[in-house]
């Protein structure tokens, strides 16, 4: 469960995760997006995927709608 830095960092993540699924913002941008709206944890967790990128990205987006 992601944890958000306030109710208007929830939207703006959410509104930027829909674009990304939508094919609108690059993966990069999305991070950029994390960075600015979730809540850091103290140590970050590796992501780890034996999926292509675009079909890990594709299962985000799947979980997202």
Do not use: W
């Amino acid at each position: 469960m992601e944890k958000y830095q306030s109710k208007i960092a929830q939207i703006v993540h959410d509104n930027a995760k829909s674009m990304f699924c939508a094919g609108g913002i690059s993966e990069s941008r999305m991070r950029e997006y994390d960075e600015a709206c979730l809540v850091q944890t103290a140590a970050p967790i590796p992501r780890i995927s034996s999926q292509k990128p675009a079909a890990a990205a594709q299962g985000a987006c799947a979980r997202a709608v």
